[in-house]
């Protein structure tokens, strides 16, 4: 059976909001690998790892599967397969992407709402939960420091890539991926996350991409 693995995105773990769960649930047939790259409190406060923290995990994961696996990523889980070896893998799936400057866009919304800052810069945001998440200073110098549209190209460049693009991104704002023409388009009319009937499409619109990978 065809492993897929779960990079997912920024602050959050394998199964918030229900995404890769019913993702996997909905296309049988698959290993669904899931994994967090960030470390859970007791309490349930969440530190945000660095991006060179993350890239390290992903690349275990990876180097720990079989060869031909699929790497299924969301959000800021697609920056993470950009700075890794993909020569382990078959074909990369980028959910909802960020680019350069939709990440600044990020980090200038939430950190005017810090609640507090450490002497070393690290910012600490109350989430809706009541629970905190804690950035370093290297977590939000790793994030601008990246330039996302290249390493999508880079990633297109050298494995079978499929973009899908929220059309209503709430989190993101509007993206375009159009000049990265080595990798397959796919537009969805949905916010950051793909919920309601714009989950539904998405495992539709896998479903149809993942065939190959299913009957190979």
Do not use: W
Not at 37 to 51: K, Q
Not at 172 to 196: E, M, Q, R
């Amino acid at each position: 059976m065809k492993k897929i693995i779960c990079s997912h995105g920024f602050g959050v773990c394998a199964d918030s909001f229900g995404m890769f769960p019913e993702l996997a649930e909905g296309l049988p047939g698959f290993d669904f690998a899931m994994f967090d790259y960030n470390r859970v409190m007791p309490g349930g406060d969440v530190v945000v790892m660095s991006i060179i923290d993350q890239a390290q995990i992903l690349q275990q994961v990876i180097d720990q599967s079989d060869r031909g696996s699929i790497l299924l990523c969301h959000s800021q889980g697609c920056i993470i397969a950009g700075l890794v070896d993909l020569s382990r893998i078959d074909q990369v799936i980028l959910l909802a992407p960020p680019v350069h400057t939709s990440m600044r866009r990020l980090m200038n919304r939430l950190l005017p709402h810090d609640i507090d800052h450490n002497i070393d810069h690290s910012a600490h945001l109350t989430r809706r939960d009541g629970t905190t998440m804690h950035l370093t200073n290297d977590y939000i110098n790793s994030v601008i420091d990246h330039n996302p549209m290249e390493l999508y190209e880079n990633i297109a460049d050298t494995k079978p890539t499929v973009i899908v693009r929220a059309t209503m991104d709430d989190l993101l704002g509007p993206t375009d991926f159009n000049h990265i023409k080595k990798a397959k388009h796919i537009d969805i009319v949905g916010n950051h996350n793909f919920n309601g009937s714009a989950r539904l499409e998405l495992i539709g619109q896998l479903d149809k991409v993942l065939q190959p990978a299913k009957l190979a």
